[in-house]
C-alpha cells in the first residue's frame, strides 16, 4: 500500500503566483523527499527533510514537516512555465526502500 | 559523476512476448538498485529492488522478474508478457536505502 498521499490530485496557476502541494502519510519515518517529474521523464530528487527538522529551503522552493499530523507541504514561490510537471512526495524508514506518494499534477500558465 | 542508463526508451511488444529490460549505474559502487512502475497519470509502484549482486527484493507479485549479475547492472524480466504489464518503467538507485534515489529516464512499454 501507498504511504503517502499528496493533495491536491492536480494544481493549476499563473506564473508569478505560489504552489503548495500536501503530502501525507501512515506511519513514523526517518525522512521524507520530494521529487519532481517532467512528462514522459524520470524523477528528480528535490528536497529531503529528517523527521527532526521542521522547515527546510532550497531556492524557491520551501518544504514544512510536521509529524505529528504526519503531513508536510512543498511550496514553490513565485512559480514559472517551466515548473510544470507533477511532483511526488516519498517517505523513508529505516528500510531500504521509499514509499512514494500519488503525486500532484502542477499545470503553470504563462 | 554517477549516471544512470536505461534501455530501450519505448518498446512495444506482443502479448504472450519475452521481455529484458536493462539498466546500468555508473560512477558509483555497490548502490541500491530499484525497479518501479508507473501507470497512466499514477504515482510509482516498487516492483523489485536490489542492495547487492545477487540479492533481489520483490515487492509485488506478478509474472516479472528481476536479476543483478553485476554489481551496477539491473535487468527486468518477463517469459510472458500480458496486457496489465504495459507501463511506464523506471530504473533507480540510492547510496542508501532512505536516501535520495536517482533515476533513469524510463522505458515506455506497450503491450499489443
Known amino acids: 500500500s501507498q504511504q503517502g498521499e499528496e493533495d491536491p490530485q492536480a494544481l493549476s496557476i499563473q506564473e508569478g503566483e505560489n504552489a503548495t502541494m500536501n503530502c501525507s502519510y501512515k506511519?513514523?519515518?526517518?525522512?521524507l523527499q520530494w521529487y519532481r517529474q517532467n512528462s514522459g521523464r524520470g524523477l528528480v530528487h528535490l528536497i529531503l527533510?529528517?523527521?527532526?527538522?521542521r522547515e527546510k529551503h532550497s531556492g524557491r522552493l520551501r518544504v514544512t514537516l510536521d509529524t505529528s499530523k504526519k503531513s508536510s507541504s512543498l511550496l514553490i514561490t513565485a512559480s514559472r512555465a517551466a515548473d510544470t510537471a507533477s511532483y511526488f512526495c516519498?517517505?523513508?524508514?529505516?528500510?531500504?526502500?521509499?514509499?512514494f506518494g500519488t503525486g500532484t499534477r502542477l499545470q503553470v500558465f504563462p | 559523476s554517477q549516471t544512470i542508463h536505461q534501455w530501450p526508451a519505448t518498446l512495444v511488444q506482443p502479448v504472450g512476448s519475452p521481455l529484458s529490460l536493462e539498466c546500468t549505474v555508473e560512477?558509483?559502487?555497490?548502490?541500491?538498485l530499484y525497479w518501479y512502475r508507473q501507470a497512466a497519470g499514477r504515482g510509482l509502484q516498487l516492483l523489485f529492488y536490489?542492495?547487492?549482486?545477487?540479492?533481489i527484493s520483490s515487492e509485488v507479485p506478478q509474472n516479472l522478474s528481476a536479476s543483478r549479475p553485476q554489481d551496477r547492472q539491473f535487468i527486468l524480466s518477463s517469459k510472458k508478457l500480458l496486457l496489465s504489464d504495459s507501463g511506464f518503467y523506471l530504473c533507480?538507485?540510492?547510496?542508501?536505502?532512505?536516501?535520495?534515489?536517482?533515476f533513469g529516464d524510463g522505458t515506455r512499454l506497450s503491450i499489443l
Open positions: 533507480a538507485w540510492s547510496l542508501v536505502g532512505n536516501q535520495p534515489q536517482h
Open positions: 560512477g558509483t559502487s555497490n548502490p541500491n
Open positions: 527533510i529528517r523527521s527532526n527538522e
Open positions: 516519498a517517505t523513508a524508514k529505516n528500510t531500504d526502500k521509499l514509499i
Open positions: 506511519t513514523s519515518i526517518n525522512n
Open positions: 536490489s542492495v547487492g549482486i545477487g540479492q
